[in-house]
Protein backbone atom coordinates (compact mmCIF):
# COMPACT_ATOMS: atom_id res chain seq x y z
CA UNK A 1 0.00 0.00 0.00
CA UNK A 2 1.27 3.58 -0.80
CA UNK A 3 1.88 5.47 2.47
CA UNK A 4 1.24 9.73 2.46
CA UNK A 5 2.97 11.81 4.79
CA UNK A 6 2.00 15.63 5.03
CA UNK A 7 4.49 18.37 6.87
CA UNK A 8 3.59 19.72 8.92
CA UNK A 9 1.26 18.70 10.49
CA UNK A 10 -0.27 22.02 12.20
CA UNK A 11 0.66 25.40 11.16
CA UNK A 12 0.12 28.97 12.91
CA UNK A 13 0.31 31.90 10.23
CA UNK A 14 -1.44 35.33 9.69
CA UNK A 15 -3.53 36.41 7.05
CA UNK A 16 -1.60 37.93 4.01
CA UNK A 17 1.07 35.00 4.76
CA UNK A 18 2.45 32.59 1.91
CA UNK A 19 2.08 29.03 3.37
CA UNK A 20 3.36 25.63 2.01
CA UNK A 21 1.99 22.39 2.91
CA UNK A 22 3.87 18.75 1.21
CA UNK A 23 3.01 15.62 1.10
CA UNK A 24 5.58 12.70 0.20
CA UNK A 25 4.13 9.47 -1.51
CA UNK A 26 6.07 6.14 -0.01
CA UNK A 27 6.27 5.39 -3.82
CA UNK A 28 6.14 6.82 -7.01
CA UNK A 29 2.20 8.21 -7.85
CA UNK A 30 3.11 10.02 -11.22
CA UNK A 31 0.86 12.96 -10.54
CA UNK A 32 -2.09 11.55 -9.05
CA UNK A 33 -2.19 13.49 -6.24
CA UNK A 34 -5.12 15.50 -4.74
CA UNK A 35 -5.42 18.26 -2.41
CA UNK A 36 -8.70 18.69 -0.37
CA UNK A 37 -10.04 21.64 2.73
CA UNK A 38 -11.98 20.74 5.49
CA UNK A 39 -13.50 23.06 7.49
CA UNK A 40 -14.53 21.66 11.08
CA UNK A 41 -18.52 19.97 10.67
CA UNK A 42 -18.05 20.10 7.66
CA UNK A 43 -17.25 17.57 4.14
CA UNK A 44 -13.84 18.02 2.67
CA UNK A 45 -13.74 20.30 -0.62
CA UNK A 46 -11.15 19.02 -3.80
CA UNK A 47 -9.22 22.06 -4.31
CA UNK A 48 -6.35 20.37 -6.53
CA UNK A 49 -6.64 17.38 -8.61
CA UNK A 50 -3.46 16.15 -10.65
CA UNK A 51 -1.11 17.62 -8.21
CA UNK A 52 -1.38 20.73 -10.09
CA UNK A 53 -5.06 21.50 -11.94
CA UNK A 54 -7.20 23.86 -9.35
CA UNK A 55 -10.69 22.31 -9.50
CA UNK A 56 -13.67 24.62 -10.66
CA UNK A 57 -14.42 27.35 -8.46
CA UNK A 58 -11.49 27.32 -6.31
CA UNK A 59 -9.57 30.68 -5.73
CA UNK A 60 -5.77 31.41 -7.69
CA UNK A 61 -4.16 31.84 -4.47
CA UNK A 62 -4.74 27.84 -4.27
CA UNK A 63 -1.60 25.96 -6.38
CA UNK A 64 -0.18 22.30 -6.40
CA UNK A 65 2.95 20.98 -7.87
CA UNK A 66 5.23 17.66 -8.02
CA UNK A 67 5.17 14.61 -9.52
CA UNK A 68 6.42 11.15 -8.43
CA UNK A 69 6.63 11.06 -4.40
CA UNK A 70 7.12 14.90 -3.51
CA UNK A 71 4.08 17.67 -3.90
CA UNK A 72 3.21 20.99 -2.37
CA UNK A 73 0.09 22.61 -1.77
CA UNK A 74 0.94 26.57 -1.67
CA UNK A 75 -1.73 29.52 -0.56
CA UNK A 76 -0.14 32.77 -1.63
CA UNK A 77 -1.76 34.71 0.25
CA UNK A 78 -3.93 33.70 3.23
CA UNK A 79 -7.14 35.05 3.90
CA UNK A 80 -9.42 34.26 6.82
CA UNK A 81 -12.08 32.06 5.34
CA UNK A 82 -8.49 29.86 4.55
CA UNK A 83 -8.13 28.24 8.06
CA UNK A 84 -9.19 24.55 7.50
CA UNK A 85 -7.39 21.40 7.48
CA UNK A 86 -5.88 20.10 4.38
CA UNK A 87 -4.78 16.79 3.39
CA UNK A 88 -3.62 15.14 0.42
CA UNK A 89 -4.65 11.92 -1.17
CA UNK A 90 -3.34 9.77 -3.87
CA UNK A 91 -5.54 8.35 -6.39
CA UNK A 92 -2.98 5.88 -8.33
CA UNK A 93 -3.76 2.94 -6.84
CA UNK A 94 -6.73 1.39 -4.22
CA UNK A 95 -6.16 1.40 -1.51
CA UNK A 96 -6.63 5.23 -1.92
CA UNK A 97 -4.54 6.96 0.74
CA UNK A 98 -4.44 10.43 2.61
CA UNK A 99 -1.99 12.01 4.29
CA UNK A 100 -2.67 12.09 7.87
CA UNK A 101 -4.01 16.07 7.46
CA UNK A 102 -2.66 19.55 8.24
CA UNK A 103 -3.95 22.03 10.70
CA UNK A 104 -3.97 25.37 9.64
CA UNK A 105 -4.32 28.22 12.30
CA UNK A 106 -4.58 31.61 12.72
CA UNK A 107 -1.40 32.96 14.63
CA UNK B 1 -27.68 20.72 -8.46
CA UNK B 2 -25.61 18.11 -8.07
CA UNK B 3 -25.95 16.39 -4.49
CA UNK B 4 -25.32 13.13 -2.53
CA UNK B 5 -27.11 12.60 0.81
CA UNK B 6 -26.24 10.12 3.30
CA UNK B 7 -28.39 8.23 5.32
CA UNK B 8 -28.77 5.50 7.70
CA UNK B 9 -26.61 6.32 10.55
CA UNK B 10 -27.03 5.69 14.10
CA UNK B 11 -25.57 3.67 17.22
CA UNK B 12 -25.15 -0.14 16.96
CA UNK B 13 -23.81 -2.47 19.38
CA UNK B 14 -20.33 -3.99 18.82
CA UNK B 15 -20.81 -7.07 16.42
CA UNK B 16 -23.94 -5.59 14.73
CA UNK B 17 -24.84 -4.63 11.38
CA UNK B 18 -26.09 -1.31 9.94
CA UNK B 19 -26.30 -0.31 6.27
CA UNK B 20 -26.05 3.26 5.11
CA UNK B 21 -27.61 4.83 1.87
CA UNK B 22 -26.03 7.39 -0.33
CA UNK B 23 -28.88 9.24 -2.63
CA UNK B 24 -27.46 10.85 -5.66
CA UNK B 25 -29.10 13.70 -7.93
CA UNK B 26 -28.27 16.14 -10.83
CA UNK B 27 -25.70 13.41 -12.32
CA UNK B 28 -25.98 10.75 -14.13
CA UNK B 29 -25.24 8.19 -11.51
CA UNK B 30 -24.52 5.11 -13.49
CA UNK B 31 -21.64 6.63 -14.71
CA UNK B 32 -19.97 7.57 -11.67
CA UNK B 33 -17.42 5.16 -9.40
CA UNK B 34 -18.26 5.73 -5.61
CA UNK B 35 -16.59 6.08 -2.89
CA UNK B 36 -16.90 6.01 1.15
CA UNK B 37 -14.46 8.14 3.86
CA UNK B 38 -14.71 8.17 6.73
CA UNK B 39 -13.63 9.99 9.62
CA UNK B 40 -13.46 9.06 13.24
CA UNK B 41 -14.07 11.62 16.28
CA UNK B 42 -10.77 14.11 15.75
CA UNK B 43 -9.09 12.10 13.10
CA UNK B 44 -8.20 11.94 9.54
CA UNK B 45 -10.16 11.49 6.59
CA UNK B 46 -9.95 7.25 6.06
CA UNK B 47 -10.32 5.57 2.43
CA UNK B 48 -13.21 2.77 3.17
CA UNK B 49 -13.73 1.61 -0.30
CA UNK B 50 -14.84 2.09 -3.75
CA UNK B 51 -17.25 0.73 -5.99
CA UNK B 52 -16.72 1.33 -10.13
CA UNK B 53 -19.76 2.09 -12.50
CA UNK B 54 -21.59 -0.92 -14.17
CA UNK B 55 -19.41 0.02 -17.87
CA UNK B 56 -16.72 -0.41 -15.87
CA UNK B 57 -16.92 -3.66 -14.68
CA UNK B 58 -18.79 -2.86 -11.22
CA UNK B 59 -15.87 -4.33 -8.68
CA UNK B 60 -15.05 -3.16 -5.84
CA UNK B 61 -12.12 -2.33 -3.25
CA UNK B 62 -11.50 -2.24 0.30
CA UNK B 63 -9.83 -0.79 2.67
CA UNK B 64 -8.10 -3.54 5.03
CA UNK B 65 -9.61 -2.83 7.99
CA UNK B 66 -12.82 -3.47 6.59
CA UNK B 67 -12.35 -5.70 4.10
CA UNK B 68 -14.70 -8.76 4.49
CA UNK B 69 -16.91 -7.13 6.96
CA UNK B 70 -18.36 -4.36 4.97
CA UNK B 71 -19.65 -4.32 1.50
CA UNK B 72 -20.50 -1.35 -1.08
CA UNK B 73 -23.49 -2.13 -3.62
CA UNK B 74 -24.88 0.26 -5.94
CA UNK B 75 -28.22 0.02 -7.80
CA UNK B 76 -28.51 2.81 -10.56
CA UNK B 77 -32.32 2.60 -11.06
CA UNK B 78 -32.61 4.10 -7.67
CA UNK B 79 -29.78 6.49 -7.87
CA UNK B 80 -28.47 4.57 -4.41
CA UNK B 81 -24.83 3.48 -3.55
CA UNK B 82 -25.07 0.97 -0.10
CA UNK B 83 -21.96 0.47 2.23
CA UNK B 84 -23.63 -3.02 3.94
CA UNK B 85 -21.43 -3.00 7.52
CA UNK B 86 -21.27 -6.11 9.32
CA UNK B 87 -19.19 -7.24 12.31
CA UNK B 88 -18.99 -3.57 13.79
CA UNK B 89 -16.07 -2.95 16.19
CA UNK B 90 -15.46 0.56 18.18
CA UNK B 91 -13.21 1.76 15.99
CA UNK B 92 -15.48 1.50 13.44
CA UNK B 93 -17.31 5.02 14.95
CA UNK B 94 -16.62 7.77 12.50
CA UNK B 95 -18.72 10.59 10.14
CA UNK B 96 -19.42 8.40 6.87
CA UNK B 97 -19.49 10.38 3.56
CA UNK B 98 -20.00 9.28 0.57
CA UNK B 99 -18.10 10.70 -2.80
CA UNK B 100 -17.51 10.68 -6.49
CA UNK B 101 -14.17 9.61 -8.10
CA UNK B 102 -13.79 11.68 -11.20
CA UNK B 103 -11.30 10.16 -14.19
CA UNK B 104 -11.09 13.32 -15.83
CA UNK B 105 -10.20 14.91 -12.72
CA UNK B 106 -7.48 12.09 -12.32
CA UNK B 107 -10.14 10.54 -9.88
CA UNK B 108 -10.16 13.39 -7.45
CA UNK B 109 -13.20 12.93 -5.03
CA UNK B 110 -15.47 15.85 -6.40
CA UNK B 111 -18.88 15.61 -4.80
CA UNK B 112 -19.14 15.07 -1.47
CA UNK B 113 -22.33 14.16 0.53
CA UNK B 114 -22.86 15.37 4.41
CA UNK B 115 -22.01 12.45 6.08
CA UNK B 116 -23.79 10.66 8.58
CA UNK B 117 -22.55 9.64 11.83
CA UNK B 118 -22.24 5.48 12.85
CA UNK B 119 -21.33 5.13 16.64
CA UNK B 120 -20.10 1.76 17.34
CA UNK B 121 -21.06 1.27 21.17
CA UNK B 122 -21.83 -1.21 24.00
Known amino acids: DIQMTQSPSSLSASVGDRVTITCRAS??????LNWYQQKPGKAPKLLIY???SLQSGVPSRFSGSGSGTDFTLTISSLQPEDFATYYCQQSYSTPRGFGQGTKLEIK | EVQLVESGGGLVKPGGSLRLSCAAS????????MSWVRQAPGKGLEWVGRIKSKTDGGTTDYAAPVKGRFTISRDDSKNTLYLQMNSLKTEDTAVYYC?????????????WGQGTTVTVSS
Open chain 1, 27 to 32: QSISSY
Open chain 1, 50 to 52: AAS
Open chain 2, 99 to 111: TTEVLYLRYGMDV
Open chain 2, 26 to 33: GFTFSNAW
